[in-house]
C-alpha cells in the first residue's frame, strides 16, 4: 500500500508540474508509470492491483486529483469554493500567449470567485471581477487585501449590467454551475455579439456541468479557436478559446 501512495503522490507532481493534462503523451507516460510498479514485487496479485489501479485513474482520476480533493474537503467541509486547480490555469496562460492579439487591453473574470485565477494570469491586463454573490464578492475583497493580489477592480453586479468599453478578454469558469441558467448566457452573448469591440473569450465548463459549446458560440458569432479536453474518460472539463468574428 505504500509503494501505490508514493507512486500516486508522483503521478500527482507530474501532473500538477511537469506536464501539459492536454497532450495526449501524458496518459502514456502515466501509465507507463504505474505499469512499472509491476515489476516492484514477485507476487502475482500486485498485477491485479496494478491493473485496477490504473484503469480507476485512467477512468476517474487523471486530471481530477486536486479537484476531487477541492469538492471533498473545501466545498463539503470547509464550505468554501473550489479554486481552479494549477494546471488549468497554466494553460489559461499558454492559451493567451498563443492566441491573444495586442488589441485586448483588459481581462474580465465573469464569476471571479476569490481571484486567485485572474491574479494568476502572467500578463499585463487591466484585471476585473465581477461577482454577482454578495458574500463571494466581500470574500474577494478580503482575499486581494490579504494576499495583496494584483487586482485593478472587483465588482458586486449583475455581469448583464456591466459597461463593456473597450477590445477585452472574457474568462468564464462555468460561472453559472449552481443556478439554472435562465438566459443569462443567451443574453450576455448576445450584448457582447452587438458590440463594436476586439472580444475574445476563454470559457471553462465544470466537470459535470457544460452549459455552452462550440454551437452555441456560433450561434452568436463567436469562432473556437481551440477547445482543448482535459481530465480522465469519464470525469472532464472542455477549455476553449474563442474570438468574435467582425
Given at each position: 500500500?505504500?509503494?501505490?501512495?508514493?507512486?500516486?503522490?508522483?503521478?500527482?507532481?507530474?501532473?500538477?508540474?511537469?506536464?501539459?493534462?492536454?497532450?495526449?503523451?501524458?496518459?502514456?507516460?502515466?501509465?507507463?508509470?504505474?505499469?512499472?510498479?509491476?515489476?516492484?514485487?514477485?507476487?502475482?496479485?500486485?498485477?491485479?492491483?496494478?491493473?485496477?489501479?490504473?484503469?480507476?485513474?485512467?477512468?476517474?482520476?487523471?486530471?481530477?486529483?486536486?479537484?476531487?480533493?477541492?469538492?471533498?474537503?473545501?466545498?463539503?467541509?470547509?464550505?468554501?469554493?473550489?479554486?481552479?486547480?494549477?494546471?488549468?490555469?497554466?494553460?489559461?496562460?499558454?492559451?493567451?500567449?498563443l492566441y491573444t492579439s495586442d488589441k485586448i487591453k483588459k481581462i474580465i473574470d465573469f464569476g471571479c470567485g476569490d481571484c486567485n485565477t485572474?491574479?494568476?494570469?502572467?500578463?499585463?491586463?487591466?484585471?476585473?471581477?465581477?461577482?454577482?454573490?454578495?458574500?463571494?464578492?466581500?470574500?474577494?475583497?478580503?482575499?486581494?487585501?490579504?494576499?495583496?493580489?494584483?487586482?485593478?477592480?472587483?465588482?458586486?453586479?449583475?455581469?448583464?449590467?456591466?459597461?463593456?468599453?473597450?477590445?477585452?478578454?472574457?474568462?468564464?469558469?462555468?460561472?453559472?454551475?449552481?443556478?439554472?441558467?435562465?438566459?443569462?448566457?443567451?443574453?450576455?452573448?448576445?450584448?457582447?455579439?452587438?458590440?463594436?469591440?476586439?472580444?475574445?473569450?476563454?470559457?471553462?465548463?465544470?466537470?459535470?456541468?457544460?452549459?455552452?459549446?462550440?454551437?452555441?458560440?456560433?450561434?452568436?458569432?463567436?469562432?473556437?479557436?481551440?477547445?482543448?479536453?482535459?481530465?480522465?474518460?469519464?470525469?472532464?472539463?472542455?477549455?476553449?478559446?474563442?474570438?468574435?468574428?467582425?
Open positions: 500500500m505504500k509503494v501505490y501512495c508514493i507512486l500516486f503522490f508522483i503521478i500527482y507532481i507530474i501532473e500538477q508540474y511537469l506536464c501539459e493534462l492536454s497532450s495526449p503523451y501524458t496518459t502514456f507516460l502515466l501509465y507507463s508509470i504505474i505499469q512499472l510498479s509491476v515489476f516492484s514485487s514477485s507476487y502475482n496479485y500486485h498485477s491485479i492491483i496494478n491493473s485496477i489501479i490504473c484503469i480507476i485513474y485512467l477512468v476517474l482520476l487523471r486530471g481530477n486529483i486536486e479537484s476531487l480533493f477541492n469538492g471533498i474537503i473545501l466545498n463539503n467541509i470547509i464550505k468554501s469554493q473550489q479554486p481552479t486547480p494549477h494546471y488549468i490555469i497554466k494553460e489559461i496562460n499558454n492559451l493567451i500567449l485572474l491574479n494568476n494570469i502572467d500578463f499585463n491586463y487591466e484585471k476585473i471581477g465581477i461577482d454577482y454573490n454578495k458574500d463571494i464578492y466581500e470574500n474577494a475583497i478580503y482575499q486581494i487585501k490579504k494576499n495583496n493580489y494584483q487586482i485593478d477592480e472587483i465588482i458586486n453586479i449583475n455581469i448583464l449590467e456591466y459597461n463593456f468599453n473597450t477590445n477585452f478578454l472574457l474568462y468564464m469558469y462555468e460561472p453559472l454551475w449552481e443556478v439554472e441558467d435562465t438566459g443569462v448566457y443567451k443574453t450576455l452573448f448576445l450584448k457582447l455579439s452587438k458590440l463594436d469591440y476586439d472580444i475574445d473569450i476563454i470559457y471553462l465548463t465544470g466537470l459535470t456541468s457544460k452549459k455552452l459549446d462550440k454551437y452555441f458560440f456560433n450561434k452568436y458569432n463567436f469562432h473556437v479557436i481551440k477547445k482543448i479536453d482535459i481530465g480522465s474518460i469519464f470525469l472532464n472539463r472542455s477549455l476553449y478559446y474563442c474570438r468574435k468574428s467582425n
